[in-house]
Structure formats: C-alpha cells, structure tokens
C-alpha cells in the first residue's frame, strides 16, 4: 500500500516533528504546535498534512528560518499513521 498525505493523520508530535523534518526538541523549541485539526476520542490532537505544512511556512517565513532545523534536514513520512480509506 502506498501512504499519500491526502488520506494521512498525524497522530502526535513525535510524528509531527518527523513530518516536518524537525526533531522533537526542534518542534517544542518553536514554542507553539499548528492548531490541531481535530481531537482524537482519547483526547489526542491530531493534524493533517497540509496544516501542519501552512504552519512550518508560516513559521518559517515569519522567523526567517529557510530550512527546518533537522538532523538530516529533509521531511519524512511518519512511521505510525493512521489511513483513512
């Protein structure tokens, strides 16, 4: 099965940072998580793909970051999704 971001949700920040191309500690040290697109049963926020990346360019171009702050600088894709369809 092939993951694309459309049937994608990010299901924490672990896997948000990761997304990103952040490490945790890079994500916490911005200071502010994207709003969440939904709260899970559990409690849990939650993100789609595409709010998750308007936030990094907003956050980035406000704060003059180009790149995020990564050990390998490059987005990955989460390795603990949930897919819908």
């Given amino acids: ?3 694309t971001t459309a049937n994608t949700i990010i299901v924490s920040t672990i896997e948000l940072a990761i997304f990103l191309g952040l490490t945790k500690q890079g994500l916490y040290e911005r200071g502010e998580l994207p709003p969440a697109g ?4 559990g409690g849990r926020e939650c ?3 595409g709010t998750a990346e308007d936030w990094d360019k907003t956050y ?3 704060h003059g970051v180009e ?3 990564s050990k390998n600088g490059a987005k990955q894709e989460p390795t603990h999704l949930i897919v819908m369809g």
């Fill in 67 to 69: 790149h995020p702050a």
């Fill in 38 to 41: 939904f709260i899970s049963v």
């Fill in 1 to 3: 099965m092939v993951v």
């Fill in 47 to 49: 993100w789609l793909p």
């Fill in 60 to 62: 980035r171009e406000k």
